[in-house]
């Protein structure tokens, strides 16, 4: 059978790609594969289940728990929570596995299940490889008192507030006026009432979900709203979700844009400040701002780099017992308190930060780091494969970094995501950077032309 498993789940357009049938099926799989522990022991796994906010995580969550419930796992239904969310009540619950019914930040139509392992892990290829197996294998059927039960798990959003707020450690927000969009999506209620008891005056935009509006004009992917309201309403800063809340981006008093970047750069030297940064170090992708690598050099804090996608920003901290790391999008992830990308988390301890310092979201990000111009061009119909091989496409890649002379840096990577080569060039100028990308742009088309 065809790959189902893509760099966060398995995703695509509802009633089309992800069907009910898919669903059960993808679920009863992972019940066989991901229950191992709990059988071998003579008990039944338990499972927790959540979704955002689109109206197709009705069928497909439906789906989901009658597919585990059939293939003897216990089913906890945590309603429409956070992704990160339902990561914790893994862990919190002690459960044997996870799964979350999203697409995160893309259009409504589109949905996904991606699943959690035991301890609220993400799922490491091998064991991704091994459900899609247990898909076309037979198994014996499950009856009588071995058949799962499927419950409500009213106190889901409670159990996730507390935690977070447990993570300030007593630290209040009191005297900060903060503007929430939430994307329509997942943490349409969580948020709020997150930032409200921790002693912030929240003012929300993008709460309303029905069913279709997720992600619709407003999140961490259409920060225009949230930039109005944070200046109409003279507020501190903003926080941005997406659809599932794995992201946080934000808007200082001004209404600029603090990106993924910037937040990690002020939360990394706040933590170093504190004994908390564990090794020194941060780890981030190599799609990070030049400007981050300096301005972590000048703290005298180590930058690990990973490959594109937050799963591996997940294993290098882990790999290297690290707490801080993320994703120039707002994928932030404090491992001390989370198991993935935590965006309410990440807006608290970023908004925390602003009430230590004592200074504005604005002047610590414009002290955090100096943004090199960095100009990304996507190249199409051409064959991906070959980007590490072509000779002369290398030589142009060496001359391009010659001529920048170690102000600015050049990265050609195929896309995870679509049929195309990225072309990322930074450079001390805008113009400088657009120039060097768009000449790489043309030796990729010739070059690796299909």
Do not use: W
């Amino acid at each position: 059978m065809a790959r189902l498993f893509g760099t966060d789940g398995v995703r695509g357009l509802a009633g089309v790609d992800i069907t009910a049938d898919l669903a059960l099926n993808l679920s009863r799989a992972a019940a066989f594969v991901l229950g191992d522990s709990a059988r071998a022991q003579g008990r039944h796994a338990t499972a927790v289940i959540a979704r955002d906010s689109r109206v197709s995580g009705d069928f497909i969550g439906a789906a989901v728990a009658a597919g585990l419930a059939s293939a003897g796992v216990h089913v906890l239904d945590a309603g429409v929570v956070p992704t990160p969310a339902a990561a914790y009540l893994v862990a919190d619950l002690r459960a044997d596995f996870g799964v979350m019914i999203s697409a995160s930040h893309n259009p409504a139509a589109d949905n996904g299940i991606k699943f959690f392992a035991v301890g609220g892990e993400k799922l490491s290829d091998e064991l991704q490889n091994r459900i899609e197996a247990a898909m076309d294998q037979e198994h014996l059927p499950v009856t009588g008192r071995d058949v799962g039960n499927i419950s409500v798990l009213a106190d889901a959003e409670e159990r996730y507030t507390q935690h977070l707020l447990s993570t300030l450690h007593g630290q209040s927000l009191k005297g900060l006026r903060i503007v929430l969009d939430c994307a329509h999506g997942a943490a349409s209620q969580v948020s709020p009432a997150v930032f409200a008891q921790a002693g912030a005056e929240v003012v929300v935009i993008g709460n309303s979900p029905d069913g279709f509006n997720i992600n619709d004009g407003v999140g961490s992917t259409h920060l225009a709203q949230l930039q109005q309201k944070v200046v109409a309403t003279g507020a501190d800063l903003g926080i941005a979700h997406d659809g599932d809340a794995d992201r946080c981006l934000a808007i200082d008093g001004a209404g600029r844009v603090v990106d993924g970047d910037k937040i990690m750069a002020i939360l990394a030297v706040a933590m170093n400040e504190r004994g908390e940064l564990a090794k020194n170090t941060l780890a981030t992708t190599v799609m990070s701002n030049l400007g981050l690598k300096l301005a972590m050099q000048r703290n005298g804090i180590e930058l690990v780099q990973t490959a594109v996608g937050d799963r591996y920003v997940l294993q290098a901290l882990a790999e290297g017992g690290y707490t801080l790391g993320g994703e120039q999008s707002g994928h932030v992830v404090m491992s001390e308190y989370a198991t993935t990308g935590d965006g309410v988390l990440t807006g608290l301890h970023l908004a925390a930060e602003v009430v230590r310092s004592g200074k504005s979201l604005g002047e610590l990000a414009d002290a955090s780091m100096t943004v090199y111009p960095q100009i990304l061009v996507n190249v199409s119909g051409v064959d991906c494969a070959k980007v590490a091989s072509d000779e002369q496409l290398a030589r142009a890649v060496a001359e391009a970094e010659a001529e920048l002379a170690g102000k600015g840096r050049v990265l050609l990577r195929p896309s995870g995501t679509e049929p195309c080569v990225r072309v990322m060039v930074e450079a001390a100028t805008a113009e400088k950077a657009e120039t060097i990308a768009n000449q790489l742009a043309e030796v990729v088309k010739t070059r690796l032309a299909v």
